[in-house]
Nanobody
Framework: QVHVEESGGGLVQPGGSLRLSCAAS????????MGWYRQVPGKQRDMVAT???????NYADSVKGRFTISRGNAKNTVYLQMNSLKPEDTAVYYC?????????????????WGQGTQVTVSS
């Protein structure tokens, strides 16, 4: 079982900054990619930023130039630096981890979600 935990959300004024952190732990052979998604009530969960083991990074158009995703020295951690925050960035932010897990029948790809952290941008 893999456990994913986010931290760093909170209330910030428009134009402010926040840094989200995510760490994955548990039984996994490797972490292949990590990413941040966000969701507001009544809407689907949308990709914000993703990063692979090879260093490929993808951002949603709405956050390009304002958000930066990065991996920690421990490859099971990922961060999201959010600058110039706007009210429309308000959402629950979720961390997703793509991993390879070892099973009795061989390696298996799987992905896991954290419980989310609330980000509220408001004056």
């Amino acid at each position: 079982q893999v456990h994913v935990e986010e931290s760093g959300g909170g209330l910030v004024q428009p134009g402010g900054s926040l840094r989200l952190s995510c760490a994955a732990s548990g039984s996994m052979s490797s972490v292949n990619a990590m990413g941040w998604y966000r969701q507001v009530p009544g809407k689907q969960r949308d990709m914000v930023a993703t990063i692979t083991n090879g260093g490929s990074i993808n951002y949603a158009d709405s956050v390009k130039g304002r958000f930066t995703i990065s991996r920690g020295n421990a490859k099971n951690t990922v961060y999201l630096q959010m600058n110039s925050l706007k009210p429309e960035d308000t959402a629950v932010y979720y961390c997703n981890v793509d991993v390879t897990v070892a099973t009795t029948t061989g390696p298996r790809l799987d992905d896991f979600w954290g419980q989310g952290t609330q980000v509220t941008v408001s004056s």
